[in-house]
């Protein structure tokens, strides 16, 4: 099982940038695809964005696309989320996940989760 720890949420002002990082212990995160989620108030837990293992391909959620990017250093074990040109509807805690094997978009098919950063976009 894989460990993994968020950081650098934070309050923002709309249109600024925010990278939260994902640092994984236990095991390498080589093999493993890295997932972000993200719950805001009152709504279900929705897909952000995928990484594969090699870092070669990803997936986005279209409200994201443009503005996000996922990126990992398998060197240091972790996982990151540059986010620019945020909104305050991008407000929510993010989570990042792990699983082993190819990209998904499923919470359901990852089966290691970090305990969340919250992001706060002010108007």
């Known amino acids: 099982q894989v460990q993994l720890v968020e950081s650098g949420g934070g309050l923002v002002q709309a249109g600024g940038s925010l990278r939260l990082s994902c640092a994984a212990s236990?095991?390498?995160?080589?093999?493993?695809?890295m997932g972000w989620f993200r719950k805001a108030p009152g709504k279900e837990r929705e897909f952000v964005a995928a990484i594969s293992w090699t870092g070669v391909s990803t997936l986005y959620t279209d409200s994201v696309k443009g503005r996000f990017t996922i990126t990992r250093d398998n060197a240091k074990n972790t996982v990151y989320l540059q986010m620019n040109s945020l909104k305050p509807e991008d407000t929510a805690v993010y989570y990042c996940?792990?699983?082993?094997?190819?990209?998904?978009?499923?919470?359901?098919?990852?089966?290691?989760w970090g305990q969340g950063t919250r992001v706060t976009v002010s108007s």
């Open positions: 996940a792990a699983r082993q094997g190819g990209l998904r978009r499923s919470e359901t098919d990852f089966g290691s």
């Open positions: 236990g095991r390498t995160l080589i093999t493993y695809a």
